[in-house]
């Protein structure tokens, strides 16, 4: 499938040879037009160098991002944000921008010095454009241990014409609501203010990045950016549209995350409807999602709805057990507080599927929610067993 | 080594059948005189039948423990209920005693029936005594991926002379805060009021079965007893040390459910220090207990300090990042939000060790807490992939 970038955007990977493989490690994103720009960051007490810095200049209108694998610049110290801010220097010389209206972005080992030469390098060589290879090169430089490059892009139509939505993200490990070892570039070209974006973002973040898990592990370096800027023209009077896109795109992405989380094999969506509030929703939802029974479970392609039935009810919230059901794809396998008498070789043919869903009927309101998550099998442990060293 | 029961109690255990193996899965504790009792529970939404009974008898003093491995007896309507009663009345008839003052236990798989007619063979089978066999018969009896019987026992001095303090307890998977597939069952020959008993239970169990996880997941069936007969004489003008010694007991046997965690190979003790609040130290401690990427390190043995960094400052409350220090064993290993160079070699020496201690002293105050916790294995994902076919 071809991507397409958002009118005025550029982008492009180099490999500054940061990580062990020959691999892209160093990517640039670049606006024309200086982008209107809201972001989201870890909420770890521990925040990378780079964290720090976009805080900073979330507020001007942003013309670059700089991004790194290979190393998190985390627990780098005052070492960590020179190094940051001298590769910041390097990028604005060759791409005649503000070193403020750069946004740096960095994943990989913590407490690792950035390797500012390569890196500068890198900034000097890279080659950014707008067709298929430039965005794929782009996708693979903010890669750990991702076994694909995650692009999502989205058409939209506005009064004045065509716009476009592209995110590009990373997840793998350390993936947890509020964010983890996630990075989430979404680019787009229309028109709109910067508190009516930032609201946006955030609103959209609780359904799509704060609705998934890998390992229930949150991260130093967690950084959503969403860059508009304005060459598509306005979303006035399509407000509701525009927002809609944007979830979905954010939704497709975190999707992609959580299907390629470390060892996973599975991608599991957990439905919770007819609950009696959002919240219960989304905190049964997110009980189900994180725990390390249902996953493995998953992974051993096991119908235990008990597993499902105890995380669920694990919920520390206020809600009624009795008239719950679970379903296993189409199958219920619960209900009335009793397990159902249900075909095991339907329902494993279900779970042999590459993803699942679980739905949990609450049947006691109006509202619902969806977390995602995948399977826990051996190949999680060996990734994480081995990983620094 | 010996293991001790207090005076007045007697137990046993036998093979019902309910296991595939051929091991003991029927267990009994006799309390000559009616004990005062205190327990507490799982919070679970979902409550196994003989949680419920338990926490109607609960108040009676009580004259025996009827306990089974090999099914939950969770999620099994009111079905679940009689066949509960019918296994306690054919233990009354048995022992002489009220239904009212046999407090049930099981553990096992969820959503299957009881086998009355086997259990109610067993225990007309059953032979109970206070010898170490006997002790041996009736842990076993609670054991379900445990490897190991679990039995602390401790022996303390009151006014009147000698008193004894010995718990059961049976663990393996979905342990957690607020406890999980966990069984205790303390015995002790004092007298104390029961209301003070409840109030030292619960307050002990904060700082023991509440500051453990092997893999985050809390169960249907968690019960933790509390029996004193009073036999040995009363514990006033000593409570202080009673409640030191209870605490001992309960901390010894929390570290062996966490040691046979499922998969485990090692046992690690989280230790938060000089922490501004009981509270944040627990919180702290328990981040870092339940991280996956932390116990995974701890697997592959890797000296990964920046895991543990990120998961105490995913902490939701407030402390300051700035001056804590991490340690592994006697090394010092981040220190000023940087790490410190260490050599790898010494500190992998440690981490070869079966016992490991991470020690994060905050710097900021005068509390502190501890959690255990266990590495985590491709034996776990193993056993759980499997368990329920």
Redesign the interface.
């Known amino acids: 499938m071809q991507h397409v970038l958002p009118e005025g955007y550029s982008v492009g990977g180099y490999c500054a040879g940061l990580k062990k493989w020959e691999k892209e490690d160093v990517g640039i994103i670049l606006s024309e037009t200086p982008a209107t720009t809201a972001g989201i960051f870890t909420?770890?007490?521990?925040q990378a160098a780079p964290v720090y810095i976009c805080k900073e200049h979330i507020d001007n209108n942003i013309c670059a991002v700089l991004a790194n694998s290979g190393c998190?610049n985390?627990?780098?110290?005052t070492e960590g944000y020179e190094n940051a801010f001298s590769t910041l220097r390097q990028a604005a010389r060759r791409f005649a921008v503000q070193s403020s209206q750069i946004l740096p972005a960095s994943t990989g080992?913590?407490?690792k010095q950035l390797e500012v030469t390569k890196i500068n390098r890198a900034i000097e060589k890279v080659e950014t454009g707008f067709i298929e290879k430039h965005l794929q090169a782009f996708a693979r430089s903010i890669m750990t241990t991702d076994t694909f490059p995650k692009i999502v892009s989205r058409q939209l139509s506005l009064k004045k014409g065509p716009a476009t939505i592209t995110a590009f993200s990373k997840g793998a490990?350390?993936i947890?609501p509020?964010m983890a070892t996630m990075l989430v570039f979404i680019l787009t070209d229309v028109d709109i203010k910067k508190s009516l974006l930032h609201q946006m973002l955030s609103q959209a973040a609780d359904s799509t990045y704060h609705s998934i898990s890998v390992?229930?592990?949150?991260?130093?370096n967690d950084s959503v950016f969403c860059l508009a800027n304005g060459r598509a023209g306005s979303i006035k009077g399509k407000e509701d549209y525009f927002y809609e896109q944007l979830k979905g795109v954010m939704e497709e992405s975190a999707r992609l995350i959580v299907k390629d989380g470390e060892g996973a094999t599975k991608l599991i969506t957990v439905e919770v409807k007819s609950a009696p509030s959002k919240e219960v929703a989304h905190g049964i939802a997110m009980k189900v999602a994180?725990?390390?029974?249902v996953k493995?479970?998953f992974?051993?392609e096991?119908?235990?709805?008990?597993?499902i039935?105890?995380?669920?009810?694990?919920?520390?919230g206020d809600?009624d057990?009795r008239p719950m059901e679970v379903y296993i794809g189409p199958h219920l396998l619960?209900k009335?507080?009793?397990?159902l008498d249900f075909d095991e070789e339907k329902v494993t043919r279900t779970l042999q599927e590459d993803e699942i869903t679980v739905c949990i009927d609450l049947n006691q309101g109006e509202a619902g929610a969806r977390a995602w998550t995948c399977d826990?099998?051996?190949e999680?442990?060996?990734i994480?067993?081995?990983?620094?060293?």
Chains 1, 2 share one sequence.
């Open positions: 909420v770890n007490k521990f998190a985390a627990c780098t110290g080992v913590i407490g490990g350390m947890a509020n390992d229930g592990d949150m991260s130093t994180r725990s390390n029974l493995t479970a992974f051993g096991d119908a235990n709805w008990g597993r039935i105890s995380a669920a009810g694990s919920y520390e809600f057990p619960f009335n507080l009793v397990p826990f099998s051996y999680y442990v060996r994480n067993a081995d990983y620094r060293t």
